[in-house]
């Protein structure tokens, strides 16, 4: 069974043509940054078969 994983994404516009954002893995902190919808959705792709990001809870979270 695959593990259902949470992210927070955040798009800044630039202009109509130009976008930059970050993909931030919610268990992890990891925050990945991207410039463009084709390498949003590869860090997404990425992070939930190759790149799995680390679970490390933060100390007030156990």
Known sequence: MEV???YVVRIYRH???????TL???ESGEVVPFRCAAEL???????SSQR???????????
């Not at 202009?15 to 954002?21: S, V």
């Open 4 to 6: 259902q994983r949470s």
């Open 15 to 21: 202009d109509d043509e130009a976008m930059t954002g």
């Open 24 to 26: 931030e893995a919610v």
């Open 41 to 47: 959705w590869s860090a997404l792709q990425q992070s």
């Open 52 to 62: 799995r990001f680390p679970s490390t809870a933060r100390e007030d979270d156990r």
